[in-house]
T-cell receptor, first 119, second 110 residues
Framework: SAVISQKPSRDICQRGTSLTIQCQVD?????MFWYRQQPGQSLTLIAT?????????ESGFVIDKFPISRPNLTFSTLTVSNMSPEDSSIYLC????????????????FGPGTRLTVL | GENVEQHPSTLSVQEGDSAVIKCTYS??????FPWYKQELGKRPQLIID?????GEKKDQRIAVTLNKTAKHFSLHITETQPEDSAVYFC?????????FGAGTRLTVKP
């Protein structure tokens, strides 16, 4: 499976500031996903990021608040803008196994997550 | 869109007993059903998955069953061990994105 890393692993930020989270994959992947996981909760999809096109956002998430970049097939960033305490959460990137499409299996793997605390 | 419901939310079993977690989904077009295990402070890890052309899949102590007609699938863990304690998430995917259940916190008591 793909090896996924995220930076930073955690951060404590002040209200009103922005944080950019990086996701790096060790192989080229077509689809990358950004999820939010609030404490004790399930995984909520924020957006899907494909290289060469605008990210597709889920209901309740907007580009102005969560701008995403996808400059190439191994990297993506998610920015949490104008943060408030309600944005405190774990943010995870996820990718489809690059080999999965050949096997027609839609396996998704997750990065280690970024734990964000907004004061 | 897809809606996935998962039960129970918490499950406590004695070591050596079996544990069963059930999920239902709404979109009949869903054709891929993975299960993830998430230990405290760690990322979700894929433990087993099943596609819609298969009714059951087994991997050592873990098995998943799928009933497409009823639109439900289940995770079965046999001979549970304390290290099986974690939160388990089911998910379903069709033409759209992966949708996750709310999670089941499994506690295996030694």
């Amino acid at each position: 499976s793909a090896v996924i890393s995220q930076k930073p692993s955690r951060d404590i930020c002040q209200r009103g500031t922005s944080l950019t989270i990086q996701c790096q994959v060790d192989s080229q992947v077509t689809m990358m996903f950004w999820y939010r996981q609030q404490p004790g909760q399930s995984l909520t999809l924020i957006a899907t990021a494909n290289q060469g096109s605008e990210a597709t956002y889920e209901s309740g998430f907007v580009i102005d608040k969560f701008p995403i970049s996808r400059p190439n097939l191994t990297f993506s960033t998610l920015t949490v803008s104008n943060m408030s305490p309600e944005d405190s959460s774990i943010y995870l990137c996820s990718v489809e196994d690059p080999g999965a499409r050949k096997a027609a299996v839609d396996t998704q793997y997750f990065g280690p997550g970024t734990r964000l605390t907004v004061l | 869109g897809e809606n996935v419901e998962q039960h129970p939310s918490t499950l406590s079993v004695q070591e050596g007993d079996s544990a069963v977690i059930k999920c239902t989904y709404s979109d009949s077009a869903s054709n891929y059903f993975p299960w993830y295990k998430q230990e405290l402070g760690k990322r979700p890890q894929l433990i087993i998955d099943i596609r819609s052309n298969v009714g059951e899949k087994k991997d050592q102590r873990i098995a998943v069953t799928l009933n497409k007609t009823a639109k439900h699938f289940s995770l079965h863990i046999t001979e549970t061990q304390p290290e099986d304690s974690a939160v388990y998430f089911c998910a379903a995917r069709g033409w759209g994105d992966m949708r996750f259940g709310a999670g089941t916190r499994l506690t295996v008591k030694p």
